[in-house]
């Protein structure tokens, strides 16, 4: 959501929102990264025992897994390479970072990994370019 949003504002010329000056950090994952697992794991036969199906009331064995690249970037990082791909400059109003908000967050791939093999990954600045591609299509 933070990269369609601060596109379109940068695109726009509005000024965009970041807290905590801009270091919090978060994984940013590009979709068709994402549809590639959910393929690979709907293409895995379900296992017959799950470790935590007994905490469950469904008889069908199910597991939770995180979809992610695992490697979180500062949201400066990101505006820097929206800016770049836009070729245009951010107006940026910084916020405190709200308490409840995490300084870093990313997702724990390891467990899905483990079922479906390495997961593919764009790097950040070649999803960011696709999606710009996309957005000004």
């Not at 895995?44 to 470790?51: A, D, E, R, Y």
């Not at 405190?96 to 483990?114: K, V, Y």
């Amino acid at each position: 959501m933070a990269v369609y949003s601060f596109t379109d504002k940068i695109e726009s010329g509005q000024t965009i929102e970041v807290y905590g000056e801009g270091e919090i950090t978060r994984d940013f994952t590009y979709v068709d990264d994402i549809v590639e697992a959910i393929i690979k794991i709907v293409e895995k036969p379900p296992h017959s025992q799950i470790n935590n199906l007994r905490s469950m009331n469904s008889k069908t064995p199910s597991q939770i897994f995180n979809v992610g690249s695992g490697r979180p970037i500062s949201v400066n990082r990101l505006v820097s390479l929206l800016e770049d791909s836009l070729d245009k400059k951010a107006v940026i109003r910084f916020r405190p970072r709200p308490a409840e908000d995490m300084q870093i967050t990313h997702a724990d791939i390891q467990g899905l990994e483990s079922m479906i093999g390495p997961l593919q990954s764009t790097q950040i600045e070649d999803g960011i370019d696709q999606f710009i591609a996309w957005y000004r299509a």
